[in-house]
Each structure stands twice: as C-alpha cells, then as structure tokens.
C-alpha cells in the first residue's frame, strides 16, 4: 500500500513487511557545504535536493551535482555566526508548501540580524517564492513574514524545525529563548502560554493570521504544543500522520516525544520536568499533574551524548524492512538509534551507529533529512550529506 503523507507529499511506501534489516551504508551524495543543518527535497521531486546552510544558504543539489549559485542567499538578513558549535544562530528551517510545484511558495525560519529600529532583531518565520523564469533559484525578495520573536532570545535553545502536517497545516519548533543559568528557563516560557517561545506552533500559511481551529486557547494563538526546552527537530510519520518530537535536554536527559496524528494541545513539561525527572518540587502545575506527557523516550548523558537529533519514520523503498522505524541520533556522540512506535509503545529498539559507522564518519549529526520517496539521509555538521542506504 502506498500513501501521500500527511504534509501532502508524494507517494510513499506505507505497507511495513517486516523481515530482518539489511546491513547498512552511509552513502554520500553531497559535499562542500558551509556548516550545513538541514536537507529535503521538492514535495513532488525526489531528485533535487536542498541543503539549509546555516550561514544564510540554501544549495540546491541537482541531478547529483551542487550547483554552484546558492537556490537562496539571505546572509545579508540572518544573524552572523560565530564558528562554534555553541552558536545555535543562523538559518535553521526550511520547507515546502504542499503545492510547491504549482505555487512556488517556501518558508524558512532563521534569527534576524538588526536591520533598524523597525527591524530589531528576532526569531523569524518567513515566505519566500520560486524565481518565475529559473526553477533553481529563488526570488531574492521575501513575500511575507509570519512573526518575529524579539524578547528573551539567546544564543541557543532557538528551536529550528519547519514542516508541514495533517490538513497542510506549518508546524515551527521554538526553543526556550536560550541562556545558561542554574534556574532552568528563568522567564517560565515553556509553561507560558502567552509566548510562542518553549512551544511547537501549528500555522495556516493559507489563511495567515487567522489561527487554524483547535489551536490552544487562552494564550498566543498559534500554540499548539508547550513545555519544551528546544526542539531542534521533529517529523511527522507521513503514512500515519503520528507527531515525533527530538526536544534537546539541559543538564540531565534527552528526549523523544510522540503525539498521535492530531491530538496536539501537550504539555511536555519543561520546566516542570526533565525527561522523567521532577525539576520544581511541587509547584505547579506540578511533576505529577495528568497535564504533563511524559517522553517516550529519554536517555542521560553518561556515554557522551548530548544533545538529541530527532529524525524520520523510514517510508523509502530501498529498505523494505525498515519502514514504519524511527531513526533518530545524537548531534555529540554522532549515535544513530531507532525506535518502533506501537499501540502507544515501544514495541522495539536498536542501535545502527556501528552498523552505519556514524561515530567515526560524522563531525557532528545536525539533522536527518527526508526526500519525496521517503529515503533518509544524515545531515553531516563537517559539510557533507549522507543516505542511509542497504549495502
């Protein structure tokens, strides 16, 4: 059985047959990036290929060759980065409308640099278009902004990902605001409802500014999701439209989060709560409170893991028996793992990075990336990108 994702992607594998894993390969296909951070494909194609440039950058690699003029360049707009892995700035989120191939339209989400004292600097969610004559670059001008996020943001703990979800709704990751202090999240922005900061945000680009129906209430209306501390990646399963959230831990645990398809509105606890750990004592709403959802999975930092990459459920075709897997990592110690999400579960887990050899080929795992046929690949921070392909 095939499907067409819950973004609106293209056709899918969505049968899961099971059956032993193959060994498996990191193959590059790419080289040559500036401290890359993200790649993905055209909702309808396949076989170009865009890689997020943290700098300001998006390269569009076609028919396997990265073309030498960058598809966008907004480093004249993205906030300067310093060459530090402790630099969480820059352009950190790119995707597709689900109509791409007809409209043109994409989103990126990146840190403003301070233009004037209209223009303050900020986390940004913006629209750009397609160039109309050349489908390899962009127009240069934005079409429009979402928001700008101006107060209580750091360094880091900006959050990242963009991707669109059931109904062809924008889901944007939003970190905590940032900050190294002994008092986690000192302005309280996970628990805030009236900030878009500690929050996954649910957009109607379509419809933009009105807030798509079963948002939370009472707060900033584009929250759909709060209490997370920085998730720098999340997916949706695109045959069962299942939420999975990698939200980078502070001092103790990291942490993946499932939502079933739709069901938005949680609480994932920060910074009440550190994976299973209660931060606050019993102040409210409190460790034990029914409002909190614990992850699914969390893991400490005793092996040199540190900071979590939320990956993909694998829906290609190369790798039969891996369909319907979660392949997630960690961006330190370069560990590729997977998990089975069943009946609200974990039905199976397994560990790839020896398999893959990721540890020894990585100089830090910044992120998975998915193209239209559901084939994975690993985002490598040293310039490079990966397949995750069967011997």
């Excluded at 594998?13 to 790649?39: Q, S």
């Excluded at 409210?284 to 993909?312: F, M, N, Q, R, W």
Aim: hydrophobic residues 30%; proline residues 6%; contains cysteine.
């Amino acid at each position: 059985m095939t499907g067409t994702g819950a973004g609106g992607h293209g056709t899918v594998e969505c049968d899961e047959p099971g059956g032993t894993v193959p060994p498996l390969k990191l193959t590059e296909v790419a080289r040559g990036f500036d401290r890359p951070l993200y790649v993905t494909s055209e909702p309808a194609d396949a076989g170009r290929l865009y890689v997020v440039e943290q700098i300001g950058r998006i390269r569009l690699v076609k028919d396997g060759a990265v073309q030498e003029e960058p598809f966008l360049d907004i480093t004249g707009i993205v906030a300067p980065v310093a060459t530090s892995y402790e630099d969480e700035r820059g352009l950190l989120g790119l995707a597709f409308h689900p109509d791409y191939a007809e409209n043109g339209r994409f989103f990126v989400y990146f840190n403003a640099r301070r233009q004037s004292d209209t223009s303050p600097a900020g986390l940004t969610l913006m629209e750009f278009r397609r160039s109309p004559s050349n489908p390899d670059v962009a127009a240069p001008e934005s079409t429009r902004s979402y928001f700008r996020i101006t107060s209580g943001v750091m360094g880091n703990h900006n959050g990242g990902m963009l991707a669109f979800g059931p109904a062809r709704m924008l889901y944007v990751g939003v970190g905590d605001g940032g900050g190294q202090t002994d008092n986690p999240d000192p302005n309280n922005n996970g628990q805030n409802l009236e900030v878009k900061l500690g929050k996954i945000l649910r957009i109607d680009v379509d419809n933009h500014p009105t807030a798509p129906a079963g948002n939370v209430t009472g707060g900033d209306p584009d929250v759909w999701d709060y209490g997370l501390r920085n998730p720098w990646r999340f997916s949706f399963d695109r045959c069962r439209g299942d939420l999975y959230i990698g939200d980078v831990g502070g001092r103790l645990y990291e942490e993946i989060n499932i939502e079933p398809s739709g069901a938005g509105r949680r609480n994932y606890g920060w910074s009440v709560t550190e994976g299973t750990t209660c931060l606050q004592g019993d102040q409210e709403p409190g460790c034990t409170s029914p409002t909190i959802t614990a992850p699914v999975k969390a893991y400490d930092h005793e092996l040199g893991d540190g900071s979590v990459t939320g990956g993909y459920v694998y829906r290609g075709s190369r790798i039969p028996s891996l369909r319907g897997t979660y392949l997630y990592g960690d961006f330190e110690s370069r560990r590729v793992w997977t998990l089975t999400w069943r009946d609200n579960m974990v039905a199976a887990t397994s560990n790839l990075s020896q398999d893959l050899g990721s540890v020894s080929t990585l100089q830090g795992l910044a992120s998975f990336g998915e193209d239209a046929a559901g084939e994975l690949y690993i985002v490598n921070y040293g310039g490079s990108i990966f397949r995750i392909d069967p011997e």
